[in-house]
């Protein structure tokens, strides 16, 4: 979904940090603003993540860019205990997992203010903008 720039931890090794390109600028630009943005295609009304050029399910190319609700449920999970990556290792345990937005997309994401104890199938959840030393927010999820 985007090109990768580093950044450096105190802590250990780099972390990989998102970088919009063209088609994902608007993605990146809502999460700045605290608004979690889609795609939706114009001629088959297919709501799409990731960001893309063509609609996956009829090809066509007007696509158009709308504000979802930021709600979902999580559709499943992982707790990674070993770290996925040595730069994450202040990050264990890892709460990775895909949430299903009311709108009908999955997206891959991670979770706060739980624990892993917390983490269930079809837990209500909302997004979280997690807004970056360096400009760049990323995407989470919490309760609601």
């Known amino acids: 979904m985007t090109d990768t720039a580093r950044t450096t931890s105190p802590a250990g090794p780099e972390k990989p940090r998102p970088h919009a390109i063209d088609v994902t600028r608007p993605f990146w630009e809502g999460?700045?603003?605290?608004?979690?943005?889609?795609?939706?295609?114009?001629?088959?009304?297919?709501?799409?993540?990731?960001?893309?050029?063509?609609?996956?399910?009829?090809?066509?190319?007007?696509?158009?860019?709308?504000?979802?609700?930021?709600?979902?449920?999580?559709?499943?999970?992982?707790?990674?205990?070993?770290?996925?990556?040595?730069?994450?290792?202040?990050?264990v345990p890892q709460l990775l997992g895909v949430v299903e937005l009311e709108e009908g997309p999955r997206l891959t994401t991670t979770f706060v203010d739980l624990g892993p104890e917390d983490l269930v199938?079809?837990?209500?959840?909302?997004?979280?903008?997690?807004?970056?030393?360096?400009?760049?927010?990323?995407?989470?999820?919490?309760?609601?």
Do not use: K, M, N
């Open 31 to 91: 999460l700045a603003d605290e608004r979690l943005r889609l795609q939706r295609c114009d001629d088959c009304e297919t709501w799409i993540y990731y960001p893309r050029r063509r609609c996956p399910s009829c090809l066509s190319d007007h696509l158009t860019w709308h504000d979802t609700s930021g709600r979902g449920t999580i559709y499943t999970y992982t707790v990674a205990r070993q770290p996925t990556h040595p730069a994450f290792a202040d990050e």
């Open 121 to 144: 199938v079809g837990l209500a959840v909302e997004a979280v903008y997690d807004h970056g030393p360096d400009g760049i927010t990323l995407l989470r999820f919490r309760p609601q």
